[in-house]
């Protein structure tokens, strides 16, 4: 054999043992390095006599070409092996559930607003909000409460100081006075709730200074008592998750409305007096658990829309309260003492979306 085939040999083997990029690399550098054996031998053709090297520099130039060949070739199985590899240890598994257990927990006064919206929605009601802080005409004169009358005192309410032209801000008592906002804005049919924080100088184990309410407002040509009926019972049902539910409507008064009714949910105890569960939709016992009645025709008014044309119904009802009759908590006064171990216990797991499809809570 040749002395030029076994160094093509030797190269050949080198180049095919060589497992990793590096080790590839020396075994080029080798060959066709600077210094080489094939470059040495180039090197070394100037010392031949001119008919001999043309013939020794074609077989090297052959030889040359051979290793480099092989030294691509090689290359690109190494790193098609070395990407194979990483695809294989990087392998991600969609089926696995993501972070077992997020941190935080969302508070029972949300989840309830959020199941309120949930229920509401589904029945074509839109969401509509408006500010905390309001004037006296969007809380009382506008929803027909007449100037001094007593029921301004009966709502215990936060003033802000006098004004330069004598009116006083407030702290809104409750979400009634965006139904005015509603209606002097939008033309009817108007479907709307609206959930929203509420203020009273009060607190005590089911009273603290601010609270949360949600109003409803359905406003249309032949809106009557029937459909006010029918839309709170179908939502006590969907809200305590209930096939049946007993409920009663008791007269009242509310300015804004006419006639004014308040509605009883029948429930019972069950076990001990203190610590027993209070359940829902059926007993003996009433349990008032919001307001409601006929939107009064000088509201309408007030709002620029004639009562001959247009009624319709109106409801409020406090969802603090709503949150503990559902799952259960006795005192108000913790919804707000931030304490963490509280919110560990009543809250709610921040990845489940209250919803009709899959269940309003779990
Ligand atoms: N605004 C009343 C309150 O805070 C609740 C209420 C009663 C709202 C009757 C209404 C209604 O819309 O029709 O006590």
Redesign the pocket.
Known sequence: MSDLETLERETLAKIAAAETIAALEDARVAALGKKGVVSERMKALGQLAPEERKAAGAALNVLKDKIAAAIDAKKQKLEDAALDERLATEKIDVTLPIAPSPRGRIHPVTQAMEEIVAIFSAMGFDVAEGPDIEDDFHNFTALNFPPDHPAREMHDTFFFNEKEDGGRMLLR??T?PV?IRTMMTRKPPIRIIIPGRTFRCDSDQTHTPMFH?V??LVIDRETHMGHLKGTLEAFCKAYFEIDSVKTRFRPHF?P??EP?AEMDIGYERVGPKDSGEIRIGQGAKWMEIL???MVHPNVLRNCGLDPDEYQGF???MGIDRLAMLKYGIPDLRDFFAADARWIEHYGFDPLDMPNLATGLSR
Request: proline residues 0%; negative net charge.
């Open positions: 008592t409750h009634s139904q309410q109003e409803g509310f804004f409305t004014s307001g409601s009645g109106a409801f409020g």
